[in-house]
């Protein structure tokens, strides 16, 4: 089966920059949307960012958008996520996912995803 390995969380300034990365093996790659969530304490799990492997089409929640991007490597199977201008309100455990199509783009919910990575934790001081 499909694993999904997260990594580059730690501990970043407030205003500072970081990336994760989650790398998929274990099986053959054919998820057609990855993503990232995030999860705090005492919070729902929320969608960050995602994109179409296929195409590249990424989407942003609005809460990070012009702040983080989504990219992906085909040949290494590895989704990133480039947090930039981090603030206070950005800690959290951050997770990738993944899922086969049949969902629309504009689908955000969590358990349209069938593939999780294990977490990262973000942490961001002042």
């Known amino acids: 089966q499909v694993e999904l390995v997260e990594s580059g969380g730690g501990l970043v300034q407030v205003g500072g920059s970081l990336q994760l990365s989650c790398a998929a093996s274990g099986g053959s790659f054919s998820m057609r949307d990855m993503a990232w969530f995030r999860q705090a304490p005492g919070k729902e799990r929320e969608f960050v960012a995602g994109i179409r492997w296929r195409t590249g089409n990424t989407r942003n929640a609005d809460s990070v958008k012009g702040r983080f991007t989504i990219s992906r490597n085909n040949a290494e199977n590895t989704v990133y996520l480039q947090m930039n201008s981090l603030k206070p309100e950005d800690p959290a455990v951050y997770y990738c996912?993944?899922?086969?199509?049949?969902?629309?783009?504009?689908?955000?919910?969590?358990?349209?995803?069938?593939?999780w990575g294990q977490g990262t934790q973000v942490t961001v001081s002042s």
């Open positions: 996912a993944g899922r086969r199509r049949g969902y629309s783009s504009s689908n955000n919910d969590p358990t349209s995803y069938h593939h």
